[in-house]
Nanobody, 124 residues
Framework: QVQLVESGGGLVQAGGSLRLSCAAS????????MGWFRQAPGKEREFVAT????????YYADSVKGRFTISRDNAKNTVYLQMNSLKPEDTAVYYC?????????????????WGQGTQVTVSS
């Protein structure tokens, strides 16, 4: 069983930055692939970024590529999402997710564990 707790959300102006953190309670952070997803009101949950446990390979949604960076610190059982050049359309609840596996995955159904989410609001 893995418990995930997100933090770092808030209100920021367009063009600003935020750094989200996700702390995992699992005895070992490995070999979990970690992902970030988001859900805006009235929309389906969508993939943002993912990172593998072994070689730290990353994969991003086209909408955030070049602006967001996912990273992880296995010693701290924590994954991060650095968000720069934020846009109003980035406004959503951001969720951290984990799944056992060696590859990165962009489909929510492939993740077994989810955090409670943290609100990110970008004002224009």
């Amino acid at each position: 069983q893995v418990q995930l707790v997100e933090s770092g959300g808030g209100l920021v102006q367009a063009g600003g930055s935020l750094r989200l953190s996700c702390a995992a309670s699992a005895r070992t952070f490995s070999p979990y692939t970690m992902g970030w997803f988001r859900q805006a009101p009235g929309k389906e949950r969508e993939f943002v970024a993912t990172i593998t446990w072994s070689d730290y390979s990353t994969y991003y949604a086209d909408s955030v590529k070049g602006r967001f960076t996912i990273s992880r610190d296995n010693a701290k059982n924590t994954v991060y999402l650095q968000m720069n050049s934020l846009k109003p359309e980035d406004t959503a609840v951001y969720y951290c997710a984990a799944t056992k596996g060696r590859y990165y995955y962009s489909q929510p159904r492939l993740y077994d564990y989810w955090g409670q989410g943290t609100q990110v609001t970008v004002s224009s």
